[in-house]
């Protein structure tokens, strides 16, 4: 498959899709969705809104059943068409437009949470990792801010040291940039761009075509609920195969 010539061969495969779809009232609106990520590959997600684009990556966290196909995580099943999904929480970290912080806990705290709750982590270690994942992300001095007391950027970065806290094996971004201004939008992808180069398997569904063309391994176009193509960044980008593709990219970059 074409998925997987970017990886070297034995590669395992993180998260898997088959024949996946997705209706609303009987309307289709993610249609026969295959898609492999392998483990270490950063895959950017590209498409004009309504495309389905969250709905596939809602699907593939198991957040949502599916009407077809199937979903699986790591070698196992993850959603099966007619089934409640499994849940991982945790191994598959989300980050989405809206931060969701915990607007009454500080940066600490929210990101030290999930661990004490769910991984059953002491408090004062989950403490201490919490405050090495915000030196990580770039904010050791907003320790114990509040929410309200941040820059979205700096709310976004926060909430993607919680889903890290997890320890995830997969990463899953929802337009994280998309409620920023430029300028914090920088900060939020370089902290991805870190992720990615330090080995994280990542999903991510962006508008940022520079992000997606320089920090992403592979690219996948959808349009109308289906992956209209999939391949190496820097092919999908200088020569798309399908027409679909190079409307988009031409109005998107065109501009
Ligand atoms: N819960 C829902 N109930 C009914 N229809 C829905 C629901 N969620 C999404 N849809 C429809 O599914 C289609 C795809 O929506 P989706 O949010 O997945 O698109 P998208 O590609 O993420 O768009 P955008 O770039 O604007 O975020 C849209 O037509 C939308 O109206
Ligand atoms: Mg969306």
Not at 9 to 14: C, M, S, Y
Not at 89 to 109: C, E, S
Not at 129 to 136: C, G, I, P, T, Y
Not at 177 to 200: C, H, Q
């Amino acid at each position: 498959m074409n998925d997987l010539k970017l990886a070297p061969p034995g590669t395992p495969i993180v998260l898997e899709a088959r024949g996946l779809g997705r209706s609303y009232h009987g309307k289709a609106v993610v249609s026969d969705v295959d898609l492999a990520v392998p483990a270490g590959q950063t895959v950017a997600v590209l498409g004009p809104s309504g495309a389905g684009k969250s709905t596939m990556l809602r699907c593939l966290a198991g957040l949502e059943p599916i009407q077809t196909g199937s979903v699986g995580f790591q070698g196992g099943p993850l959603s099966e068409a007619g089934g409640r999904p499994r849940s991982f929480h945790g191994r598959i970290g989300m980050v989405f437009q809206q931060f969701n912080l915990f607007p009454h806990l500080t940066a600490v705290q929210n990101v030290a949470l999930a661990p004490v709750r769910v991984r059953g982590v002491a408090k004062e270690q989950a403490r201490s990792e919490a405050v090495a994942l915000l030196d990580r992300v770039g904010l050791p001095e907003h320790r114990d801010h509040y929410p309200f007391e941040m820059s979205g950027g700096q709310q976004q970065r926060v909430a993607i040291a919680r889903a890290l806290a997890m320890r995830p094996e997969l990463m899953l971004f929802d337009e994280p940039t998309s409620a920023l201004d430029p300028e914090f939008t920088r900060e939020v992808l370089a902290v991805m761009r870190d992720l990615a180069e330090d080995g994280m398997t990542i999903l991510v569904v962006t508008h940022e075509m520079e992000f997606a063309r320089r920090s992403a391994d592979r690219v996948v176009f959808m349009a109308e609920g289906r992956i209209v193509e999939d391949g190496p960044a820097a092919t999908v980008f200088e020569q798309p195969r399908h027409e679909r593709t190079r409307q988009f990219l031409a109005q998107v970059l065109g501009e």
